[in-house]
């Protein structure tokens, strides 16, 4: 083998790294064209060529971190005092306030901002800055803007994403109903969901009883987990105190929760004194205390409660419209109302489309029940008071919402049309008198403004594909929460012209109101009054017919006698007419045989023939006074004469 060259370099610059610069480009080499070469090429003609005249680009994805959001309590505490001080000490705090006020350094700062302060009392008190000087436009920019809705957040309980994160709280594939919505009392930032499966035979044996509290500003984690004993199907925030709520369980027990204790309940209700039947209405009432309440069942009974004191009921009332206070005869109510105006008055609304009026206050059990309300075929769903005016409600079942006045008791004022979807919920406006919400099986929320369309909603907007089962709007009536039978909670919010107070609005309600009232009880006057004349005429009757059956013995014993020998004598009377039609018979026989001899001889018979037809025409006398007593049927008796002849 011939080495032909030997590449030579020092060992100090092997593994040195490549070291470049930057130079001018420089030509190396340059093969000119050759022209004696152009016979071995073929021209291409035409030349196509492609040119990419925008820049290379490669595609990344990035995915942002994702930011946990938790909640966190701060305890504010006074502060500003020296060490030795002692805030707790009313003496050390009372003595350091005497000191320091004696301070010259004192009175003159205070002196100073409290001329700054009069100087600003005066520019407020001049001048009001929250003062709207166009109003005016502003309503009229409402008014020509069309209802509309926008979905702004969606709570569900149920996505692949979510189920990852409860996964060790919630493994359930089976799906629960979002029964009933609460909002936070103060800042309308929270939302209490009760969730629990309504269907019969539906529960399946690892199913969670959790219910969760959200918060709107991160709703992908509830704020807060409940643990009830047994699933909730309502659950309701104190008014007067945001951190406790009330809850009513499946098995129809009473529990509470406090959020600054946790998600364990409290205190719950024992067993035996409870509800016999899932609870689907608990209400606060307006107390001092803060901590009463009342609930209502499908088992016929309203019973009072104070949450300090759960062991057992303080007031029961059970729902016999009889009066007769027999839980076998009660009726199983669905949904309660109670107005804080009224505190002695509400309504509950059954399973039988009965609504029943209560008086807490009456004297006795009987007496508590006033008035029912009889308009739906099935449960009524949902049961609110109109906030403007607390003497007219609303009523949800079947396939229609009702509008009733507690002057009318025999039918609703107002009425919506029959739709084709069960409708599940209803409320009213909190801002508007005369607008009102519905949900629907089919999954639509309308919006009625009767003051606006009677006949149909001012708004329809399906919200899922799932059955609606649960609604609340909020105090300030801008965001209206729904919930599904699927667990999803769908918050919307409503566009400004269904959540202003419009022109005049209130007094074209009291006026719509008023008048179909007393249209109501002209058609219940009549009514009454129809009533009334049917049934004069039927008592009419009873009495005739009860003086017919009292009666002597011996007038009936007669009057079954001549009935007796007269049924006798028409039997007779038709054996005599019997015989006569036959006697009549031969005769015209015999008659019909002289003639026919006469004309054979040769002599005249004429006596005989007389003799013959005076023989006819008696026995056709007689006749005719047998059919005039008779009064027999002509043609029945010209077959009977054709039959004898013949």
Known sequence: MEIIYVYTRKRSEFGRPCSFSDRPA?????????????????????????VQHTSDMSEHEVNTEWVEVESRGVNHVEGGWP????????????????????????????????TLMEHCVKQNNAINIYEEYFGEEETAEVE?????????????????FFDVLLSKRDPNITKRTATHLSWHPDTCKKLAVAYSSLEFQQNVKDMSFDSYIW???NPNKPELVLKPSSPLVTLEYNPKDSHVLVGGCYNGQMAYWD?????LPMEVSTVEVSHRDPVYGAIWLQSK?????????????????DIRKLSEPTESLVLDITRKGLLENALGAVTLEFEP?????????????????????????????????????????????????????????????????????????????????????????????????TTRSDGTLDVWDFLFKQNDPSLSLKV???????????????????????????????????????????????????????????????????????????????TEVEESLVEDPQEVLDRARREFFEVIEVEMQRRARAETQGLYGKVLGTARTCNRSRDSLPWGGGQGSVSVFQVKSRAGDEAAAQEEESQLPKDKEEEEEEKDAA
């Open 289 to 305: 205390t803060g901590t009463e309440c009342f609930s209502a069942s499908t088992d016929g009974q309203v019973l009072w409660w």
């Open 144 to 160: 020509d803007e069309p209802p509309s809705a926008k979905t702004i957040n969606v709570i569900s309980k149920l996505t692949s």
């Open 259 to 263: 959020t600054r204790k946790g998600g």
């Open 341 to 437: 105006t009224m505190p002695t008055k509400f309504m509950v609304g059954t399973e039988q489309g009965i609504v029943i009026a209560c008086n807490r206050k009456a004297k006795t059990p009987p007496e508590k029940i006033t008035t029912t309300y009889s308009g739906h075929i099935g449960p009524v769903y949902a049961l609110v008071r109109n906030p403007f005016y607390p003497k007219v409600f609303l009523t949800v079942g079947d396939w229609t919402a009702r509008i009733w006045s507690e002057e009318t008791k025999e039918s609703s004022i107002m009425w919506t049309k029959c739709h084709l979807s069960y409708l599940t919920d209803g409320c009213w406006s909190t801002v508007r008198p005369s607008v009102f919400f």
């Open 83 to 114: 060490k030795d001080i002692n805030p707790q000490e009313v003496e050390q705090t009372i003595r350091f306030r005497k000191k320091v006020e004696k301070d010259e350094n004192y009175v003159n700062t205070i002196t100073h901002l409290g």
């Open 464 to 542: 899922c594909n799932e059955p609606l089962s649960s609604l609340r709007l909020q105090d300030n009536g801008c965001v209206v929460g729904c919930g599904s039978k699927l667990g999803t909670v769908t918050l919307l919010e409503i566009s400004s012209g269904l959540c202003t107070l419009q022109r005049n609005e209130k007094t074209l309600a009291t006026a719509m109101f008023e008048r179909e009232t007393k249209r109501e009880k002209i058609l219940e006057a009549r009514h009454r009054e129809m009533r009334l004349k049917e049934r004069a005429r039927s008592e009419g009757q009873e």
């Open 215 to 217: 918060d709107l500003e």
């Open 26 to 50: 420089m030509v190396n080499v340059d093969i000119p064209p050759d022209p004696s070469m152009a016979s071995n090429f073929v021209l291409r003609n035409p030349v196509d060529s492609y």
